[in-house]
């Protein structure tokens, strides 16, 4: 046997018949105490979190199915009982945004905002296409803020308790909305090319327009705002290209194309569209 070889079997004979680390730690030793309250600390938050993205999953669920039945309205003779049928569904979904603002009572918002924002943006996308359906104007942060307020039974806050219910509120950030309203394009884009091949002809200009105002509204941010809001700014061009074109289509070749061939003509085209192109 080598040195080196005599050596290694000596330091690990040391290890084997040393102490081990477990048998050192003093259980009563006050930095052992104040690991454990970390522990404890750690876990209470990682165990809200993984219940905040549970919530926010079944946010983005029904708010998606909420979307869903809008694009029914570009079919249907009554555009109110569909509407209406909405209303309940995002009252609904209301309802789990309560259970996340009674999560995040006397907590950081912060903190958690990354396990909730996904179902955030698709309530504000789904609230705000019921909204233009409705009223063909943008909701704004403030009414869509005026309608997540919730009794819940009070609990109280360490010693501090008061009979009776209280009020909880979801206050929606400005960076969450404005990510929800350029989701938001790409279903009136959508809902245009169901228009037209439903035999709607007004409907494209309208959301022309509106989508031009979103768009104008978005250069102002530009590289300023949040990154995520910069990225969207990508896709909203497109929506509004493809709109766009769709316009030119009807103002320039409507009385050449059949009215049930439109939806098809717009369909390939927009699949083929450059949006540097169509923004140029």
Excluded: W
């Excluded at 290694?8 to 004979?13: I, M, Q, T």
């Excluded at 081990?20 to 750690?42: G, R, T």
């Excluded at 009572?105 to 924002?117: I, S, V």
């Amino acid at each position: 046997m080598s040195k080196r070889e005599d050596e290694g079997c000596g330091r690990k004979r040391r290890t084997e018949v040393g102490p081990k680390s477990e048998d050192c730690m003093n259980p009563d030793s006050a930095v052992i105490a104040a690991f454990k309250v970390f522990q404890q600390e750690l876990d209470t938050k990682h165990d809200k979190y993984e219940r905040l993205v549970k919530i926010s999953r079944d946010v983005t669920i029904e708010s998606k199915r909420t979307i869903f039945l809008l694009h029914r309205v570009t079919s249907v003779p009554d555009v109110e009982e569909i509407l209406n049928e909405a209303d309940v569904k995002l009252d609904s979904v209301r309802q789990k945004i309560g259970q996340i603002a009674e999560e995040l009572r006397g907590e950081d918002l912060h903190q958690f905002h990354r396990a909730f924002t996904p179902g955030i943006q698709e309530y504000v996308e789904a609230v705000s296409f019921h909204h233009f359906i409705r009223h063909r104007t943008l909701v704004s942060l403030e009414e869509i803020n005026a309608r997540l307020v919730f009794m819940r039974e009070n609990k109280g806050v360490g010693e501090v308790t008061c009979p009776g219910p209280c009020v909880l509120t979801f206050q929606i950030t400005p960076t969450d909305y404005l990510l929800g309203v350029a989701d938001l394009t790409g279903e009136l884009m959508r809902m245009c090319i169901s228009s037209v091949g439903n035999g709607d002809m007004d409907t494209p200009f309208q959301l022309g327009g509106f989508l031009r105002e979103i768009h104008d509204g978005f250069s102002y941010i530009g590289n300023t705002g949040p990154y995520e809001v910069s990225k969207k700014l990508h896709t909203l061009r497109q929506s509004l290209g493809k709109v766009e074109d769709a316009c030119y289509t009807l103002r320039v070749r409507g009385s050449e194309i059949p009215k049930h061939m439109l939806a098809d003509v717009f369909s390939s085209r927009a699949a083929h569209l450059d949006p540097d192109d169509a923004m140029a």
